[in-house]
């Protein structure tokens, strides 16, 4: 009898996984049969240049949202209930993670400067669409259209930091007395918190290769190589929000220098792994915002407290994203934020949601879908300037038979570069961008390369025994 | 001064990623960095053989978590809230799923009827340990001890389907009158949960396998074809979930036909990426649990609710766990499991909880630390009975030319297989389990693989042209 007693003392407590919330099982349920529906049909539809995954993934949380709407009998569409958390913690960090990890880095620096100055500008567009880079990544491709990639892309992450900038000052400053010092004082804050940010990011990306590089040496294993990267990589987020920076700007710098020295040092296998996991892992993040956003748009709870002042507001919006030429495409991140901020006047509010939930519709299906034909249409015009672009690239190697005009071999011998460092202040005004990749790339490879690993400092690194395809059928 | 009135009524909303609950900030930093730190240092310590990544993660944890407590002035050790949905629906899918993904599976299915009746039998310690599974990836080695890994894994998978039969039973069955219906009962309801899951993961499996070989054919892509992978092995689990079956059994098979079939169909980039990717995340799922768990454990709460009773229980259940046979690691799952039903009455599960903690602590510190050297030690007193073991895993071969004594090639016409057949028969009774993975294998290559791809029956797919490693620097 005392196993009778057990029994019975045990059935009190909760054992069995299947207690677990039913509501939560079913909403689960629902997304990810969705989820499988978007990415199946999404890839379908991937040769039609007039759809991508996004506009699958709006139409489809749409209509389940209007499903759900139908079968609850006009309460509620909310099938999973979501918190700003799970955006800005949980789904941004991959998806920007990814976006520096696979970054074109000689492209996106050539236009470091206008892109910076895109991403200070436009600050009210900043406020609407703070992190509005996830929608880049559908419309935009960085092989075919490079510049606007790294301009559009660019200036997404940089408004991050620029939104935690103005939202701070909007509530420090006394905006009645607007002069002079408070434009300089919003611009030092700028400036100090993007510097602070790309810091961290570096520091936490190096620190990484560092370890990658030394601790895991001789004793490599695919399987374990890519914890610690995607751990490092969350950590320096994660410690940027800590310490009030942008979360934004410090992964996505910790992804780039991660790919420059960290990713050299792994084995065969774990370069391809890493580099496919995280594209796919961001991959199914951006999905799931997109399917998210538009199964809670039909949230009628909003659309009846903002009454019909959204018409007005709507057509005022529309207006501006159609008008504006800022290249600002809407996001359904900007959504969340709004959605999420529901202790605040809650009219105000909904008028805010209903009003950016049309304008990201629209955005999304008439920018979304067009974009690709226009560009296709206006590289065919354009195909000869495409072309001088594209010389323009290889100007590193004609840099660098400038340097050695005089036969010189800069690579030798510290004695020798005093030559071309003289000729280097000349060149600088004349292809500044250039000439400072050429000294980067010297300092790189002279004294950051050996520290840290990267293409050319480590020792070709075979992939583990355990690497062998499983032989059993 | 519209631009101001705007700037003023955005303030109201929550805008920015930094005024996410700095609470949560806090513990994601700590906890992240105690990860990262975990991960290394465990990395480290690898080639020591009495210590490994668990117990790494338990020295941390306990450290962390008595840090915490110090500096919170003995009021309460939580860091992060977890909750059973965080272990049952995201950290244990992924690791079961990559178990079967990885699992040699003709050494893991030829103890399949040990390990199916270890686990219907072994009711008590499912309920106390019945997803205990994770340890076994511990201190286990698939390569080295073959058999002792088949039997304790595969023992905890089957203890999934058991726990939910037992616990269901014990709610509606009359404990006063037990006869032989109703152990028929629970045994006939246990074999329907166990069929109908494993059945669900086959579908599920099958099903990505068809997706991924047709609709993916001719066009793909690395980064794409592991998402409906990973999606596809999570549905199954959820919807298993969601008809009240074995989440943990469901996903298990899924991982194991999706690496007979599906991995088959993809790109070479794919497979090497997913088969590492499953089991990076794996692996991170399973750190994260020993963490948390022992980060946990010096709740002083639950230590205080639960007065004296609990060190008569302990030796009892240290007892139980030291002296019985049936090699049940003790795992950190038993607690979260406890921890979680904080809706029953306080001070029996207070005094559950503790008395787990203790035996958990207890046994993976020294089941885990002895492990290694034992087994070691006993390889090395029997290596004539493995060498018999490794013999006997070629009998296929061996059974192959039986059949073929007479000369006759079965796998040209169907004529010529009636006499293989009788024969076959009469070798069931000889070699069952060679037996009928010979029949089996003859099946699969001629039914099921031409339809859902497999090894040898899908053309060669080159890696998608963005595979290409990035030129730039």
């Known amino acids: 009898?005392?196993?009778?007693?057990?029994?019975?003392?045990?059935?009190?407590?909760?054992?069995?996984?299947?207690?677990?919330?039913?509501?939560?099982?079913?909403?689960?349920?629902?997304?990810?049969?969705?989820?499988?529906?978007?990415?199946?049909?999404?890839?379908?539809?991937?040769?039609?240049?007039?759809?991508?995954?996004?506009?699958?993934?709006?139409?489809?949380?749409?209509?389940?949202?209007?499903?759900?709407?139908?079968?609850?009998?006009?309460?509620?569409?909310?099938?999973?209930?979501?918190?700003e958390d799970l955006f800005f913690l949980y789904l941004l960090p991959p998806i920007i993670f990814n976006a520096g990890f696979q970054v074109k880095k000689k492209q996106f620096f050539k236009n470091f400067t206008t892109m910076l100055l895109f991403g200070i500008w436009h600050t009210i567009g900043a406020i609407l669409s703070a992190t509005d880079s996830v929608c880049t990544f559908?419309?935009?491709?960085?092989?075919?259209?490079?510049?606007?990639?790294?301009?559009?892309?660019?200036?997404?992450?940089?408004?991050?930091?620029?939104?935690?900038?103005?939202?701070?000052?909007?509530?420090?400053?006394?905006?009645?007395?607007?002069?002079?010092?408070?434009?300089?004082?919003?611009?030092?804050?700028?400036?100090?918190?993007?510097?602070?940010?790309?810091?961290?990011?570096?520091?936490?990306?190096l620190l990484s290769a560092y370890i990658i590089k030394t601790l895991y040496f001789l004793r490599h294993s695919t399987d374990r190589e890519g914890a610690p990267m995607m751990l490092m990589a969350y950590?320096?987020?994660?410690?940027?929000?800590?310490?009030n920076l942008s979360g934004i700007?410090?992964?996505?710098?910790?992804?780039?220098?991660?790919?420059?020295?960290?990713?050299?040092?792994?084995?065969?296998?774990?370069?391809?792994?890493?580099?496919?996991?995280?594209?796919?892992?961001?991959?199914?993040?951006?999905?799931?915002?997109?399917?998210?956003?538009?199964?809670?748009?039909?949230?009628?709870?909003?659309?009846?407290?903002?009454?019909?002042?959204?018409?007005?507001?709507?057509?005022?919006s529309s207006l501006i994203s159609c008008g504006c030429l800022n290249l600002e495409l809407m996001s359904p991140d900007t959504l969340l934020q709004f959605s999420s901020s529901e202790d605040t006047s809650s009219q105000d509010s909904a008028v805010m949601i209903t009003c950016t939930i049309i304008v990201v519709l629209?955005?999304?299906?008439?920018?979304?879908?067009?974009?690709?034909?226009?560009?296709?249409?206006?590289?065919?015009?354009?195909?000869?300037?495409?072309?001088?672009?594209?010389?323009?690239?290889?100007?590193?190697?004609?840099?660098?038979?400038?340097?050695?005009?005089?036969g010189e071999n800069t690579d030798q011998g510290s004695n020798q570069q005093a030559a071309p460092r003289a000729s280097g202040l000349r060149l600088l005004i004349s292809y500044p961008t250039t000439t400072v990749h050429y000294f980067w790339r010297k300092f790189d490879v002279k004294f950051v390369r050996p520290v840290f690993g990267g293409r050319g400092f480590v020792p070709f690194v075979p992939s583990s025994p355990t690497d062998a395809v499983d032989e059993a059928s």
Request: aromatic share 12%.
């Open 138 to 205: 559908q419309v935009l491709s960085q092989d075919e259209t490079p510049f606007l990639y790294s301009i559009v892309f660019g200036e997404g992450v940089v408004n991050d930091a620029t939104s935690i900038v103005l939202f701070n000052a909007i509530q420090s400053f006394d905006f009645n007395n607007i002069d002079g010092t408070v434009a300089l004082n919003l611009l030092g804050t700028f400036l100090y918190l993007y510097f602070t940010s790309t810091a961290l990011g570096i520091v936490l990306g």
């Open 249 to 316: 700007l410090t992964i996505f710098f910790c992804g780039i220098i991660m790919s420059h020295y960290t990713w050299h040092s792994v084995t065969e296998s774990s370069r391809i792994t890493t580099k496919h996991a995280f594209a796919t892992i961001s991959f199914i993040a951006e999905t799931f915002i997109f399917l998210y956003v538009f199964m809670d748009a039909l949230d009628i709870d909003k659309w009846k407290a903002s009454n019909a002042r959204f018409l007005l507001i709507f057509f005022d």
């Open 235 to 243: 950590l320096s987020c994660i410690l940027a929000e800590l310490l």
């Open 1 to 83: 009898m005392a196993t009778h007693e057990t029994l019975q003392q045990l059935s009190a407590l909760k054992v069995s996984a299947s207690f677990l919330n039913t509501s939560t099982i079913i909403a689960l349920s629902v997304f990810f049969t969705l989820f499988c529906a978007c990415i199946i049909i999404g890839h379908l539809i991937e040769e039609n240049r007039w759809a991508n995954e996004s506009i699958t993934a709006l139409l489809l949380g749409l209509c389940a949202g209007g499903v759900v709407l139908l079968a609850s009998k006009d309460r509620s569409s909310h099938l999973l209930v979501f918190n």
């Open 362 to 406: 629209f955005s999304t299906v008439l920018f979304g879908s067009i974009t690709k034909p226009l560009i296709e249409a206006v590289l065919l015009r354009h195909t000869k300037t495409l072309d001088t672009d594209a010389t323009d690239m290889q100007s590193l190697e004609d840099l660098r038979i400038l340097f050695l005009e005089n």
